[in-house]
C-alpha cells in the first residue's frame, strides 16, 4: 500500500515513489536543474569541470549534484571529477558509500573484534585437571 510522505524539499505531502524521493513539483524542479547541468557539461571543455565549479556555472545546488552523481545519472567515468562525499567522513568519491579508508579502518575493526572473539573462546575451553 502507498505511503504518504512529507518532501524533504518543500515540505508538501507526497506519495511516497521508489523512483523519486521529491514530491511531483519538486522532481520537475530537479530535472529543470538536470538539464541545465546536463547541457554545461556536453561541452567538452566543461567535462573536466569540479563540482565548485559547476555550481558557480549552473547555479545548481551541490547537493543535487552529489545526488545525481550517486544514483549515476552523471557518470564519473565520463566527468572525472564529479563525485559525491563518502558517509562517514566526506571525502569525495566515484563508487559506494564509503571510501577505502574508512571501508579498510572498518575491516581492521572486524578483523580485530574477530581475533578478540576467539581469543576468548580458546580461554573458556582451557583444560581443566582434576585429582
Known amino acids: 500500500m502507498p505511503e504518504l510522505e512529507n518532501c524533504p524539499t518543500c515540505g508538501t505531502v507526497y506519495m511516497k515513489n521508489p523512483v523519486r524521493d521529491v514530491c511531483e513539483n519538486c522532481y520537475k524542479e530537479e530535472e529543470k536543474k538536470y538539464d541545465i547541468v546536463s547541457k554545461f557539461l556536453r ?6 569541470s569540479t563540482i565548485e565549479n559547476l555550481v558557480k556555472s549552473t547555479g545548481v545546488e ?22 559525491y562525499p ?5 571525502t569525495i568519491i566515484t ?10 579502518g572498518i575491516l581492521q575493526d572486524l578483523n580485530r573484534l574477530e581475533k578478540e572473539k576467539e581469543s576468548k573462546e580458546a580461554r573458556k575451553k582451557g583444560t581443566y585437571y582434576s585429582f
Not at 563508487?95 to 579498510?104: A, H, I, N, P, Y
Open 43 to 48: 561541452v567538452r571543455t566543461n567535462r573536466a
Open 62 to 83: 551541490e547537493e543535487l549534484i552529489y545526488k545525481w552523481t550517486r544514483k549515476g545519472r552523471l557518470k564519473a567515468a565520463q566527468f572525472p571529477n564529479l563525485g
Open 86 to 90: 563518502c558517509d562517514l567522513c566526506g
Open 95 to 104: 563508487q559506494g558509500k564509503l571510501c577505502s579508508s574508512c571501508s579498510g
